[in-house]
């Protein structure tokens, strides 16, 4: 079992940064890849970003790729998502999984995550 909790969320104007925190307990965070997901009112939850158990390797979707960093740190157990240069149509709410996985994986699929947090609101103004 993985225990995750989202933080970091917030309301900010168009153009802003927000970095989004994920911190995990129980099973052993290094053995895991880790994602970002979100979901707007009306819509799916859809695949932002994820990062396999090293950090060596990283996905995102096309829409937030130069705007979004996904990190993480082993040592403290925590994910990260630095979100810069924000849009109103990023508005939604933040969600982090888990998926234990070999080294290099970076599953971008919500199937290969058995374990998530409860997200995290993040509204962006025009």
């Known amino acids: 079992q993985v225990q995750l909790v989202e933080s970091g969320g917030g309301l900010v104007q168009a153009g802003g940064s927000l970095r989004l925190s994920c911190t995990a307990s129980?099973?052993?965070?290094?053995?895991?890849?880790m994602g970002w997901f979100r979901q707007a009112p009306g819509k799916e939850r859809e695949f932002v970003a994820a990062?396999?158990?090293?950090?060596?390797?990283?996905s995102y979707v096309d829409s937030v790729k130069g705007r979004f960093t996904i990190s993480r740190d082993n040592a403290k157990n925590t994910l990260y998502l630095q979100m810069n240069s924000l849009k109103p149509e990023d508005t939604a709410v933040y969600y982090c999984?888990?998926?234990?996985?070999?080294?290099?994986?970076?599953?971008?699929?919500?199937?290969?995550?058995?374990?998530w947090g409860q997200g995290t609101q993040v509204t962006v103004s025009s």
């Open positions: 999984a888990a998926s234990p996985r070999s080294y290099y994986e970076t599953p971008v699929t919500q199937v290969a995550y058995p374990y």
């Open positions: 129980g099973r052993t965070f290094s053995s895991c890849a």
């Open positions: 990062i396999a158990r090293i950090g060596s390797s990283r």
